[in-house]
């Protein structure tokens, strides 16, 4: 197998500059904005085990909302005329990009929503306001993401990643409350 040589490298990144000052921009905002947003938050009061599912439910309406506005876009009814033969492959772009923007969002909410259900359980009272911070960043990046790809694909990174990075850092937290609480043994 042949290795890479800078020239490859350098072309590689010649042709994803863009894409990557999206990655760049995304990454930075997404900590710029989880950070924030930890830091002003309030304490969310303590609550029992039930209490705290229930309330990670409520949360989980947002994203499902969200989901069913990008279903909406998605009408035939609203595209052209040839469009409502979904055989016809008559889509305009507007509605190809808001069909790719759904897919994506069912496929992130398919990790995000079984993680923010689980997280409820297992954080510790003082990290409760995780949720609310989590399901209101994941949700801002699923519309920057939206927003993004209907400018130029390269432009759907920012919102990209602040799902899937808020997506990252939850199951994280996840796995080390788990192997914390592995760890501490029975008792």
């Known amino acids: 197998m042949p290795s890479a040589t800078p020239r490859d490298f350098s072309t590689w990144i010649r042709a994803r500059r863009q894409t990557l000052r ?10 710029s904005a989880f950070g924030a947003a930890w830091s002003l938050w309030p304490p969310l009061p303590a609550m029992p ?8 439910l409520q949360l989980a309406a947002v994203p499902a ?3 069913l506005l990008m279903v909406c876009a998605c009408f035939r009814l609203f595209d052209t005329a040839q469009a409502e033969d979904p055989l016809a492959g008559s889509e305009s772009q507007r509605f190809r990009v808001n069909q790719r ?3 994506n969002t069912v496929e992130q909410a398919a990790a995000f929503v079984p993680i923010i259900l689980a997280l409820a359980t297992r954080l510790p009272p003082a990290q409760l306001k995780l949720l609310p911070i ?16 209907h400018l ?8 990209f990643d602040w799902t899937f990075y808020t997506t990252a850092l939850l199951a ?8 914390s609480v592995v760890a501490a043994g029975p008792g």
């Open 22 to 31: 999206g990655i760049a921009i995304g990454t930075t905002t997404w900590a």
């Open 65 to 67: 909302v969200l989901t």
């Open 49 to 56: 085990s039930g209490g705290r599912v229930a309330y990670a």
């Open 101 to 103: 923007v759904l897919t």
């Open 172 to 179: 994280a937290w996840y796995v080390a409350i788990e192997v």
């Open 134 to 149: 989590a399901v209101l960043i994941w949700s801002s990046g699923r519309l920057l993401f939206w927003g993004g790809y």
């Open 152 to 159: 130029a694909p390269h432009w759907r990174a920012p919102g």
